[in-house]
């Protein structure tokens, strides 16, 4: 079985500022992870993702995440915020080849002026 | 090219409406997916077509109807629908069914059932 904790319901920071999105998963198979953003009334967009190659993942927008095995993560960084972050994150992980997308509950970032 | 189109953006219909939402992609993927996202929830998945055949059905009402037609189109089929229904529909799209694959989403369609 699959699951995803997103910690985070909701993360607010300053403009400028460093973002932090904390995302665990738990997974029977090597899984693949996923972060994709959804900004209001739109559809999913697809940030990054982990497929067991680099365990350091670049993604659209200046954002990172790292995959750690032993601590079951896959957080979600990027060094700066900017206004058009602001938007609901979800964190997803695929374990089996024919199992579906499972998606985390979602963390919603605002950004401050 | 790597978009999904969904259309209509909007709908609004009544309990005893037939309608339908459709979906489209040109990036070759042979896998096409339903989902359907109430506020501030993560989507729910409703259907899976792989390979133009249906694969998996999550226990959705028969009030919802897919169809694939070919590779690139998936419908969803609108029928006597309840206010609970309204929601934002999305379509997504993937090569297939490897682990590695990731889904690209279309822009939703937003019902509203009154």
């Known amino acids: 079985a699959q699951s995803v904790t997103q910690l985070d319901s909701h993360v607010s920071v300053s403009e400028g500022t460093p973002v932090l999105l904390r995302c665990n998963y738990s997974?029977?198979?090597?899984?693949?992870l996923f972060w994709y953003v959804q900004h209001p009334n739109k559809g999913l967009q697809l940030l990054l993702k982990y497929t067991s190659a680099a365990t350091l993942v670049k993604g659209i927008n200046g954002f990172e995440a790292e995959f750690k095995k032993s601590e079951t993560s896959f957080h979600l960084t990027k060094p700066s915020a900017h206004m058009s972050d602001a938007a609901e994150y979800f964190c997803v992980v695929r374990g089996k080849w024919g199992q579906n997308f499972v998606f985390g509950p979602g963390t919603r970032l605002s950004v401050l002026p | 090219d790597t978009e999904v189109t969904q259309t209509p953006k909007h709908l609004v219909m009544g309990m005893t409406n037939k309608k339908s939402l459709k979906c489209e992609q040109h990036m070759g993927h042979r896998a096409m997916y339903w989902y359907k996202q109430k506020a501030k929830k993560p989507p729910e998945l409703m259907f899976v077509y792989s390979y133009e055949k249906l694969s998996i059905n999550e226990s959705v009402p028969s009030r919802f109807s897919p169809e694939c037609p070919n590779s690139s189109l998936l419908n969803l089929h609108l029928h006597a629908l309840q206010p609970e229904d309204s929601a934002l529909y999305l379509c997504?799209?993937?090569?297939?069914?490897?682990?590695?694959?990731?889904?690209?989403f279309g822009p939703g369609t937003r019902l509203t059932v009154t």
């Open positions: 997504a799209s993937s090569q297939g069914d490897r682990v590695s694959y990731e889904q690209y």
């Open positions: 997974s029977s198979y090597s899984p693949s």
